[in-house]
């Protein structure tokens, strides 16, 4: 199936390239959609591996949503940005850390995958022994909880999500009350998987538009409609999941905060891995960020993010005004759950190649070698070649640490008001 061109009967803004304007998006090519795409990302990410890579895919997947809306899309990468592991999400031309956010409301893009993930953020006035809470948290697998007559799988050891217990280190002296009441904390990191492949089935089976930069899967009107509502059954599912886990495992808590982190936060707007710091669903605006199990985990009171001061440091200013955008980034709100995926290999150059199987992605060295070391005797070339890849899944990783802090406090993304360290860690 291809794109509706001249199907809408509405009038559209022409699309600004260089010093051209796009008014027939049947005869745009996959450099020109590419170029419309780099124009609208706006990234504050750092300068590492995986998130040149994240930058590089978003490339096709929003040059991709550009030409099947025939109309305007944007993403702002965090701090954090990086590369998804989903590899559905990846071949569809997806990175991670960042908001996506497109004009018509009555569609949407299945391929994003939304999964409801999402931290609860709980206070407690005394630690269980840990031989307990590993009994009660084993003693899940044998004895599934139900909710909305649905049979929770518990997966507190499935990849990042976890259970995890802290003691303050410092706690705000602007908070009365709120955070400086507690002893202990905890969080619970978690989705919905019970329900995730329902909305992940969507991408197999929706309307197929082939772009200059591969395929990708649209729904309209009605369909759109019934996709979104299913979306807030599972986001509703997956709250409501997280905080019945947590009270099978820690029994007695105070929910403080309880918000998602990836999925759709309105039918133009989807955020992977990144809070909405004004969300609207209620609530205090206390967001954790967590890094790793050997870092402190940050609290921070959600402000309004970008500030126009902000947005001239990075040099987004002046290309926000020009596309219409200003007022957008001033309202982006956005703020990381963590620290991302880091890449841990020294590959500094990226060369895509857009292929039937999606995009492959060759990672070398630039000449000459980065260390002397690395070449060997009278051939100048370095000790390792090059490598090319479809799914940086396979990549080795970890996570990035306290550098992802100092950017969101650097750039002003919201208020730090509590730090907690690190007591125990369950993945059972």
Request: hydrophobic share 35%; with cysteine; aromatic share 10%.
């Amino acid at each position: 199936m291809t794109a509706f061109f001249g199907s809408r009967n509405c009038s559209r803004p022409r699309l600004v390239l260089g010093d051209f304007m796009i008014d027939s998006f049947s005869q745009v090519s996959s450099e020109e959609l590419l170029q419309l795409a780099e124009d609208r990302i706006f990234s504050l990410g750092p300068r590492d591996l995986a998130s040149a890579l994240s930058y590089q895919n978003m490339r096709y997947g929003l040059g991709k949503m550009i030409y099947a809306l025939e109309d305007d899309a944007y993403c702002v990468f965090g701090p954090d940005a990086t590369i998804t592991r989903n590899k559905g999400r990846w071949t569809s031309g997806y990175g991670y850390g960042g908001v996506i956010h497109w004009k018509d409301e009555n569609v949407t893009f299945p391929d994003l995958r939304p999964n409801g993930c999402g931290m609860l953020l709980m206070g407690l006035h005394d630690l269980p022994a840990r031989d307990e809470l590993v009994k009660r948290a084993a003693q899940l697998n044998d004895r599934n909880p139900v909710l909305d007559d649905i049979e929770v799988e518990p997966d507190l050891g499935a990849g990042n999500h976890f259970l995890e217990f802290y003691e303050p280190m410092q706690i705000s002296k602007e908070l009365p009350g709120t955070l400086s009441s507690y002893d202990y904390f905890a969080i619970l990191h978690g989705s919905g998987p019970e329900l995730k492949e329902e909305i992940y089935s969507y991408a197999d089976g929706g309307n197929k538009v082939e772009t200059p930069l591969g395929e990708t899967t649209v729904l309209y009107g009605d369909e759109a409609d019934g996709y979104y509502a299913k979306w807030e059954k599972l986001e509703s599912f997956s709250k409501r999941r997280r905080e019945l886990l947590a009270e099978k495992v820690v029994e007695t808590y105070d929910p403080i905060s309880n918000y998602t982190h990836q999925g759709l936060f309105s039918r133009n707007e989807a955020r992977l891995g990144c809070y909405d710091t004004m969300d609207g669903s209620g609530g205090n605006h206390l967001f954790p960020l967590t890094l790793r199990w050997d870092t402190p985990v940050y609290i921070f009171k959600g402000e309004s993010n970008l500030s126009e001061e902000v947005l001239q440091r990075l040099g987004f200013l002046e290309r926000a005004e020009r596309l219409g955008l200003e007022e957008d980034l001033k309202e982006i709100n956005i703020l990381p759950h963590g620290g991302g995926y880091e890449i841990e290999l020294d590959y500094q150059n990226i060369e895509v190649t857009n292929t039937e199987l999606g995009n492959v992605f060759t990672l070398s060295n630039p000449e000459p070698a980065v260390r002397v070391d690395e070449v060997e005797a009278e051939t100048g070339v370095t000790e390792f070649g090059g490598m090319s890849i479809t799914n940086p899944r396979e990549l080795p990783y970890t996570y990035r640490g306290k550098k992802v802090v100092r950017k969101a406090m650097e750039f002003d993304l919201s208020n730090l008001v509590g730090k907690l360290r690190p007591l125990m860690t369950l993945k059972i």
